[in-house]
């Protein structure tokens, strides 16, 4: 499987910077460009799965570098971010060939959720599988196995798996994983996510196998080998 | 109104005919007087016998006295009489009725006395004049003669006539109202354009409504004229503030975006570095938008301000602590020279034209390298007062330079940001420079540098004079700082003077 590869471009570096706080920690492979004629060479070189990209831009402008990144080249996903609310500037933007339009200031994770919707249609799901030593998972089936071993899973648990897999290696606060996984932000003193958690380590270490989702003390979990 | 001008109108029209009835009633009057007064004295002549110039019954039995004469001066409506001098009836008409002619004792006395007189009678529905004239044939008077006329002719002639006056009166109202109406309605429809379109925009708030038509050369047409006029202007006032406005809230999205965005990612668990980098670009993000607010606010204030301090307000110090404050933030970055200057009074506000001074020099230290010079001179020509501020710094492409003073304008708009700029530091200049009844203008070669000069009246003497008060620290500590780094150049800029 393919990391997605995004390429961010906006004439403000410090939009450039938190794009790729955040896009990276989500998995992505970021790369950037501060303006038209460096997104261009850079997709050039480096061909993007989606483009996130600024309309005003001093230079060339947002507008004419999705026409141009366009041409011959149906399957690029390409979001927009403007400024620009009103509906003449979004017609113009989707006319241009952009799939997708965001208003700034946005939400961060409206932003991943529209990333993810796009690259849904642009990268065959298929193809993706996650892995993590002897687990796999297929999302698009939501077939889950250990050392080839099939692992029955509730809706929750599987979600809560696949957040862990998308997200190797970090440590991921109950916070978090309530927002990500539950859709919601007040988790409180509910003890749901150790629950289920508990409930996964069942399920993931029958028969004796090690255990992949470690508790990390006063900060979370985390997807390990070794804690 | 129109109830009031017919009013006036039939007033008029009715007293006119009034008049001119009574005129005509007097004319007549005189004319049957006058015919009546003739026929009178002929019939005096008549009768009056040869011998002597009595008149005695005896001289009519004696067959003396002509009387058929008297017929002669009788017609219809037409009556003759002839009395003595005790009044009693000699010879009378043969229309006459038995009745005689009533003549009042007072008009008989006046006869007596040898004088004419008038009276008009009534006879039954008749009204009659009765004229008694003395025979007197130049000598005293013998008797009288009395003639009387029917008016009834002339009661129904003027009958007739006032008829007619009444129906003329209506209709000349009736047309003067209608014509009136009819030319005013005319006159005064761009009056009622006016009206509609005022309403119009009142209700909908669109400016770009005008008066139509071709506008005539009056009083109307020349309101109608101004009135367009004022509209256009309006129009383009709330199309600029519009713009303005827009433009404005534009330039907040940059900071506001990466405020929110790494606000939300710190709820995302990312890593304690990464965490601390999101919340300082944040933080750095809040200060720009607070510098863009302030200059916004000062910005707006200095061109909305009809009643602008004036007071006598002394430049040159002005100038000289804004080079000090400028050495002081710069901290040795660049050369800033202040060329030696004379006392230079300005009318105006303080501290508009303190910031006005910063940022000249605050855009000159901005834009250029380290090392570079920044000179200001300050000088008396004719009279006004001279600022020029020129730097070494990387100047200003030729196809920009027109626009520099224009809000939100940068020729460079990432090194404007990474230095704190808002874009609005000339437009201020320019703002205050103009509302101080002076100008701003500038010329620059790319690579070598900028100069920026400004011109504002002098203080003219023997103008009324205000005390200067104590110059306030003007605001420049919320303004960009040269230096984005050392907090604790920030901290000295806000010690107050």
Not at chain 1, 24 to 41: C, M, Q
Not at chain 1, 44 to 60: E, N, Q, R
Not at chain 2, 133 to 143: E, H, K, Q, S, T
Not at chain 2, 378 to 386: E, F
Request: aromatic residues 4%.
């Amino acid at each position: 499987m393919q990391r997605p590869r995004i390429l961010v471009v906006d004439d403000d570096p410090k939009v450039l910077r938190l794009m790729q706080r955040g896009l990276t920690f989500e998995g992505y492979a970021v790369d950037l460009a501060a303006d038209g004629d460096e997104a261009l060479a850079t997709a050039h070189d480096c061909p993007p799965h989606l483009v996130v990209l600024d309309v005003m831009m001093p230079g060339l402008d947002g507008l004419e570098v999705c026409r141009r990144m366009r041409i011959g080249n149906r399957d690029l996903a390409i979001l927009m971010l403007t400024g620009r609310a009103s509906v003449p500037a979004r017609i113009e933007g989707f006319d241009a060939g952009a799939d997708d339009y965001l208003v700034k200031p946005f939400a961060f994770d409206e932003l991943l959720a529209r990333i993810r919707a796009l690259l849904r249609r642009s990268m065959p799901p298929d193809q993706e599988v996650l892995e993590f030593e002897d687990l796999v998972v297929t999302p698009a089936t939501r077939e889950v196995a250990r050392a080839g071993a099939p692992i029955e899973l509730t809706a929750r648990e599987y979600e809560l798996l696949e957040f862990f897999l998308r997200h190797p290696r970090q440590v991921l606060s109950r916070d978090l994983i309530f927002l990500r996984v539950w859709g919601s932000d007040f988790l409180g003193e509910s003890n749901l996510i150790d629950v289920h958690i508990m409930r996964l380590r069942e399920k993931l270490e029958a028969s004796g196998r090690s255990r992949l989702i470690h508790t990390i003390r006063g900060a979370g979990y985390s997807l390990r080998r070794v804690p | 109104m129109a109830i009031w001008y017919a009013l006036l109108m039939l007033t008029l029209v009715l007293a006119i005919e009034i008049f001119l009835a009574s005129a005509l009633d007097d004319v007549v009057q005189e004319q049957i007087d006058a015919s009546m007064r003739l026929r009178a004295s002929r019939v005096e002549r008549e009768v009056t016998t040869g011998d002597d110039d009595r008149l005695d019954p005896g001289d009519v039995q004696a067959g003396l006295l002509e009387l058929a004469p008297l017929e002669e001066f009788s017609s219809p409506g037409i009556y003759v009489q002839v009395r003595d001098l005790t009044g009693t009836v000699i010879a009378t008409s043969a229309n006459l009725p038995r009745s005689e002619l009533p003549v009042t004792p007072w008009l008989l006395k006046k006869a007596l006395d040898d004088q004419e007189g008038f009276e008009t009678v009534a006879i039954g529905a008749e009204q009659i004049r009765i004229l008694a004239w003395p025979v007197d044939a130049n000598g005293p008077v013998v008797g009288i003669v009395v003639v009387g006329q029917s008016l009834r002719l002339v009661e129904v002639a003027h009958e007739g006539v006032q008829r007619l006056t009444a129906i003329a009166a209506i209709v000349a109202t009736v047309a003067a109202v209608a014509g009136a109406w009819w030319l005013t309605a005319r006159a005064l429809r761009p009056v009622s354009d006016v009206t509609r379109v005022a309403r119009s925009i009142a209700a909908t708030g669109r400016f770009e409504q005008r008066i139509a038509g071709p506008a005539a050369d009056d009083e109307v047409g020349h309101l109608v004229v101004t009135f367009n006029e004022m509209l256009a202007r309006l129009e383009q006032t709330l199309v600029a503030q519009r713009e303005f406005l827009a433009d404005a809230s534009h330039e907040f999205r940059g900071p506001l975006m990466v405020i929110r965005g790494n606000l939300d990612l710190l709820r995302l668990g990312l890593p304690e570095d990464e965490r601390r980098a999101s919340v300082r670009e944040a933080s750095e993000e809040i200060e720009q938008m607070s510098r863009l607010a302030s200059d916004l606010l000062f910005l707006a204030a200095a061109e909305a301000d009809e009643t602008l301090d004036q007071e006598a307000v002394h430049f040159d110090e002005i100038v000289s602590a804004a080079c000090e404050r400028a050495r002081t933030v710069d901290g040795g970055l660049h050369q800033v020279v202040l060329r030696p200057s004379e006392a230079t009074v300005v009318v105006g506000d303080h501290t508009r034209l303190s910031q006005l001074v910063w940022n000249l020099i605050e855009n000159a230290l901005r834009y250029t390298p380290a090392g570079g010079r920044v000179e200001v001179s300050l000088a008396s020509r004719d009279d006004s007062a001279v600022l020029t501020v020129r730097d070494t710094g990387v100047g200003i492409p030729e196809e920009s330079l027109p626009r520099i003073f224009e809000r939100f304008y940068r020729v460079d708009k990432a090194r404007s940001r990474r230095n704190g700029g808002t874009g609005l530091g000339l437009a201020i200049v320019k703002s205050v420079a103009e509302s101080h009844g002076g100008r701003v203008d500038a010329t620059s070669v790319v690579g070598q540098g900028s100069l920026f000069t400004v011109q504002l009246p002098l203080e003219v003497r023997g103008a009324r004079l205000q005390p200067t008060e104590p110059p306030l620290a003007p605001p420049q500590q919320e303004t960009a700082s040269v230096a984005a780094e050392a907090g604790a150049r920030r901290a000295r800029r806000r010690a107050r003077l």
